[in-house]
């Protein structure tokens, strides 16, 4: 049956073979997940780094957006002033 404790230390590791729940998880390092699945808002606290691909499906900021390129499929619209600096001219392809 169901064992209820109170302050349980641990200097090893534990290995579960079952569910492991908790309200909040605590770690006092740096925690390594095999996946993660997040259902709902996620907050990083710090700079988010991607090693692989990474698709969007929209993109908002509520400042600036810089870019080093960037590749338009399909339609593009400007809803302000285009700002070019010239220094490599401007193509169009008929």
């Known amino acids: ?11 090893g590791n534990i290995t579960n073979s079952g569910d492991v ?9 740096a925690a390594t997940l095999n996946s993660a699945g997040i259902t709902n808002n996620a907050t990083v606290g710090g700079t988010l780094g991607v090693t692989g691909n990474t698709s969007l499906s929209t993109v ?6 810089t870019l080093s390129s960037a590749g338009v499929t399909n339609n593009l619209t400007v809803g302000g002033v285009t700002q070019l600096d010239g220094t490599n001219g401007l193509q169009f392809d008929a």
Do not use: E, F, P
């Open 1 to 11: 049956g169901a064992t209820t404790t109170n302050g349980i230390g641990n200097t």
């Open 60 to 65: 908002s900021t509520s400042g600036a957006a």
């Open 21 to 29: 729940n908790t309200a909040t998880l605590q770690t006092s390092g």
